[in-house]
């Protein structure tokens, strides 16, 4: 074999930092604080923290591999820790505190994290939970003196810009591997315990230029963006590596994330795009509502996570004239795997035929594949009618779950292939549509029926006859009072007939996991002894 003579320079997340201190110096990162005020500092002066915390953390004893933890909202401190604790050659776990107690708990024993980096507004919940947390040796108040909780709290807690005014203003990076792992986060757990996804800095890297390869200009400018995705969940959607690469001015929003705050927040910081899931971006719709505007600059929202109902689409679409760009992916994955990418053909179709579009799941981008298959593991054709549980794989896809061997058994196939759970249908020209997850489809009389068809919170419940049948959740409009044969008469319009649910229930909200998706596990258990009528 003959081989290429070119430098090997490993793929390190240490240089993207020193990449935009450089190349986009000037540009701002402008964070909301736990504390209240605004907080702005540019990529430059971010690199020279980002170094003072990197030393302080080596000054408190950090070594390679050590799985270094934060709790933490949107803010330039959590931005910081992304890049001290991976460049040292640590590992940085983002936890969400979202999860429960029990999860939290196990998630920082099964990983030994060392450290703890939390905001003030997790110190009570720490605190309940500092006696299940054995390995974490050192725990750090993300805030300054002014605003340290009191030393009762959490006995030795040390402030974040304290320790980071005592470390050096600079830093010769560590010449790692750059199959180092730097980053670890946990899946929310909705089907056993949380399952750990280890990155490594050459996947983070990797899934930056991807992202970019896709973006096309389309979503990833350089102008303001804004990630309501939170820090602690997926790896950020990679958002926080892939600015440094194109100097969009990061504006953060903190731990105010309803529709007002939001909205004032991208208005006063001319935010141009925004990335989240489509609960957000209902919250921000309703704001807008309010106002009879959007935020003035706000042009493209990246939505993900579940789908986007396709009313608030359009809303978004027609009336507000943002341009929604639909994704999907998995905390597994980087995490995103496919995004809308439309050719100028169908840019020049009827509106709604650009809607239908654009609510199916993306094309895939470069570095991910994907296969369908079916319950005997045979691979199914890319025609837009075949569907199948979905596997990929990819240079920022997991090969196994951290520290667990039957997880990884069970979502490896022996291809190497990473199944998702997710079953769906991919058109002949690279269309991805999700039908539902494996675990939600309902089986009626030998027939699946998916709940993503129906665009609301369905699930199965046991029928005398038909062994499952389909329960719609419903949710209120404010002001609003329909009935049961309105709300089925409206499903009707839009499904087969054996595909409407059999009943409707109303409730007073839905409950969501803690990454913002409905839960239907807990509407399954909620509504386990629902029963239906055999005709």
Known sequence: MLKGQMMDRPLLVSSLIDYAAEVHATSPIVSATVEGPIHRQTYAETRTRIARLANALLKLGAKPGDRIATMAWNTHRHFELYFAISSIG?????????????????????????????????????EKLKPTFMPIRTYVAMTDRAHMPSAEAIAGILCYEEILADGAPDIVWPDLDENTACALCYTSGTTGDPKGALYSHRSNLLHSFFVLAAAQGSFMPTRPILPVVPMFHANAWGLPFIVTLTGAPFVMPGPKLDGASLFELMDSENVWGGWGVPTVWLGLLDEMKKRGRK?????????????????????????????????????????????????????????????????????????????????????????????????VRGAAVISGY???????????????????????????????????????????????ISSIDVEAAVIAVPHPKWTERPLLV??????????????????????????????????????????????????????AEHRLDAG
């Open 90 to 126: 640590a590992v940085c776990h983002t936890i969400n505190p979202r999860l429960f107690p029990e999860q939290m708990t196990y998630i920082v024993n099964h990983a030994q994290d060392t450290m703890l980096f939390l905001d003030t507004t997790f110190v009570p919940l720490v």
């Open 295 to 391: 935020p003035h600059s706000l042009s493209r929202i990246l939505t993900g996570g579940s789908a986007i109902a396709r009313a608030t689409l359009e809303t978004y679409e027609r009336d507000y004239e943002i341009d929604i760009v639909h994704g999907w992916g998995m905390t597994e994955m980087s995490p995103v795997g496919t995004v809308t990418q439309m050719t100028p053909e169908e840019r020049a179709q009827p509106f709604d035929e650009q809607m239908n579009i654009k609510s199916r799941q993306g094309r895939r981008m470069y570095g991910v594949e994907m296969k369908i298959v079916d319950a005997d593991g045979k691979r199914l054709p890319h025609d837009g009618a075949a569907q199948g549980e979905l596997y």
């Open 402 to 448: 951290y520290g667990n061997e039957a997880a990884t058994k069970a979502a490896i196939d022996k291809e190497g292939w990473f199944g998702t759970g997710d079953v769906a249908t991919i058109t002949a020209d690279g269309w991805l549509v999700l039908v539902d997850r494996t675990k939600d489809l309902v089986k009626s009389g030998g027939e699946w």
């Open 474 to 527: 419903v949710v209120k409009a404010p002001g609003a009072n329909p009935s049961k044969e309105q709300v089925l008469a409206h499903v009707a319009a839009k499904l087969a007939k054996w595909q409407v649910p059999d009943d409707v229930v109303f409730v007073d909200s839905l409950p969501l996991t803690a990454t913002g998706k409905i839960s239907k596990k807990d509407l399954r258990a909620k509504f």
